[in-house]
């Protein structure tokens, strides 16, 4: 989700840079059997540190394994570093707000960096190190409700981050309606053409992960709006994790299947894929501001993108203020009170129909026009994050700085 994608950690890790002889990340070979298969192995798995890193606002809270609940431990368990929010964003975020709600409460992070089978390992290792409470966004939608069983029958609270894990023994949902967000990327993309004039023509897609929660929802949400647009999707990818070097790779065999001239747009699922695909889209010669091209997640580099004319959208994910209620949520139900009634503020069904109690955000299309939005005060970002000196002329033009 960054910037074309140069060495700055503080961007896109793992994501493409503007050379053709680049390749993708390795695919996960191991089937669900396999993975679960793991849990054997668990144990020892987590003594060769693949557990995470602990971060403990302040107490002394044991770490002892058993039945005995209501300390105040907590497991926070974000997926993968290819999506630069979860460490960037979500993790300081909550961290911070933990610190003000529950002094003494003990958070243990976790990043499973893209592999489902090393989150199995750390669900494993939280449950044998004694955990109260667990903040999960899944890397695999399927593995997950084996983690959360798991979970549930050691007696852990478990909130469902970001999305909602196919079981009811999740306690809690964290999530906003991702069919909805999908439609936002395209109605936003459908909206641009045609207040350019243009009516109708090809697209290209290129959707996120099929093996999470995540992505068939997107991609079910986009070819809601696209399939009546007027506009044809003339060759459509998914990018296995998200990565931004798979979608460079994809949007390379589009250009030379549809042709440099005949595409209009490019649905693009979240930043790191717009940032793959733009890349294809210079080492081919087409100048990306020409085409308008979708984001999601308000990454610097896709407000960077935007500023500069070279990415048409994102989707501002409120997680200043999800991440911080999390924590809130979190530090109750992990001290064994029962959840704030003013984070609580509805309910949502898992794939199968359960119901589950839920915190529901709300979540906004982010252009030129409105780029400030996800700049402080009001958004995550410091002005100086975005208006690095290679985009201080954007940012002027774009009455940021």
């Given at each position: 989700?960054?910037?074309?994608?140069?060495?700055?950690?503080?961007?896109?890790?793992?994501?493409?840079?503007?050379?053709?002889?680049?390749?993708?990340?390795?695919?996960?070979?191991?089937?669900?059997?396999?993975?679960?298969?793991?849990a054997a192995t668990a144990a020892v798995?987590?003594?060769?540190?693949?557990?995470?890193?602990?971060?403990?606002?302040?107490?002394?809270?044991?770490?002892?394994?058993?039945?005995?609940?209501?300390?105040?431990?907590?497991?926070?368990?974000?997926?993968?570093?290819?999506?630069?929010?979860?460490?960037?964003?979500?993790?300081?975020?909550?961290?911070?707000?933990?610190?003000?709600?529950?002094?003494?409460?003990?958070?243990?992070?976790?990043?499973?960096?893209?592999?489902?089978?090393?989150?199995?390992?750390?669900?494993?290792?939280?449950?044998?190190?004694?955990?109260?409470?667990?903040?999960?966004?899944?890397?695999?939608?399927?593995?997950?409700?084996?983690?959360?069983?798991?979970?549930?029958?050691?007696?852990?609270?478990?909130?469902?981050?970001?999305?909602?894990?196919?079981?009811?023994?999740?306690?809690?949902?964290?999530?906003?309606?991702?069919?909805?967000?999908?439609?936002?990327?395209?109605?936003?993309?459908?909206?641009?053409?045609?207040?350019?004039?243009?009516?109708?023509?090809?697209?290209?897609?290129?959707?996120?992960?099929?093996?999470?929660?995540?992505?068939?929802?997107?991609?079910?949400?986009?070819?809601?709006?696209?399939?009546?647009?007027?506009?044809?999707?003339?060759?459509?990818?998914?990018?296995?994790?998200?990565?931004?070097?798979?979608?460079?790779?994809?949007?390379?065999?589009?250009?030379?299947?549809?042709?440099?001239?005949?595409?209009?747009?490019?649905?693009?699922?979240?930043?790191?894929?717009?940032?793959?695909?733009?890349?294809?889209?210079?080492?081919?010669?087409?100048?990306?501001?020409?085409?308008?091209?979708?984001?999601?997640?308000?990454?610097?580099?896709?407000?960077?993108?935007?500023?500069?004319?070279?990415?048409?959208?994102?989707?501002?994910?409120?997680?200043?203020?999800?991440?911080?209620?999390?924590?809130?949520?979190?530090?109750?139900?992990?001290?064994?009170?029962?959840?704030?009634?003013?984070?609580?503020?509805?309910?949502?069904?898992?794939?199968?129909?359960?119901?589950?109690?839920?915190?529901?955000?709300?979540?906004?299309?982010?252009?030129?026009?409105?780029?400030?939005?996800?700049?402080?005060?009001?958004?995550?970002?410091?002005?100086?994050?975005?208006?690095?000196?290679?985009?201080?002329a954007a940012c002027q033009k774009a009455?940021?700085?």
């Open positions: 989700m960054r910037h074309v994608f140069g060495a700055d950690p503080v961007r896109d890790r793992g994501a493409p840079r503007t050379s053709s002889s680049l390749g993708g990340n390795s695919s996960m070979k191991r089937s669900l059997h396999g993975r679960l298969a793991l798995v987590a003594a060769l540190g693949l557990t995470g890193c602990v971060s403990q606002s302040s107490g002394s809270g044991s770490a002892s394994s058993g039945g005995d609940h209501g300390k105040g431990r907590i497991a926070f368990m974000m997926p993968d570093l290819v999506t630069a929010r979860w460490d960037q964003q979500d993790k300081p975020v909550f961290e911070a707000e933990m610190k003000k709600a529950c002094p003494d409460c003990k958070v243990t992070y976790y990043n499973a960096k893209g592999s489902p089978e090393t989150q199995l390992a750390q669900t494993q290792s939280a449950i044998t190190n004694g955990v109260d409470a667990v903040v999960l966004a899944p890397i695999d939608k399927n593995a997950a409700i084996n983690m959360v069983n798991q979970f549930h029958q050691a007696g852990v609270k478990v909130i469902s981050y970001a999305t909602i894990i196919d079981t009811p023994n999740v306690d809690y949902g964290v999530t906003t309606d991702i069919f909805k967000i999908g439609a936002q990327q395209a109605q936003s993309l459908v909206d641009g053409l045609k207040a350019k004039g243009i009516t109708s023509g090809n697209l290209i897609a290129i959707n996120g992960d099929p093996s999470d929660a995540f992505g068939p929802k997107y991609k079910a949400g986009a070819h809601s709006v696209l399939d009546k647009s007027g506009f044809t999707i003339a060759a459509e990818y998914d990018a296995k994790n998200w990565d931004g070097t798979t979608a460079q790779s994809q949007m390379d065999q589009a250009i030379t299947k549809v042709g440099k001239g005949n595409f209009v747009g490019v649905y693009a699922a979240n930043d790191q894929l717009a940032g793959g695909a733009i890349a294809a889209m210079k080492n081919a010669g087409v100048d990306p501001t020409t085409i308008l091209t979708t984001g999601q997640d308000g990454a610097v580099a896709g407000l960077q993108r935007i500023i500069a004319g070279e990415q048409y959208n994102t989707i501002n994910l409120p997680i200043k203020v999800f991440a911080a209620k999390t924590a809130d949520l979190a530090a109750a139900v992990a001290k064994g009170k029962p959840a704030p009634t003013d984070i609580v503020n509805g309910t949502t069904k898992t794939p199968s129909g359960a119901e589950i109690k839920a915190y529901l955000y709300d979540t906004e299309v982010i252009t030129k026009e409105n780029v400030s939005n996800m700049i402080v005060p009001k958004g995550f970002w410091p002005l100086k994050d975005v208006c690095t000196p290679e985009y201080q009455n940021l700085s």
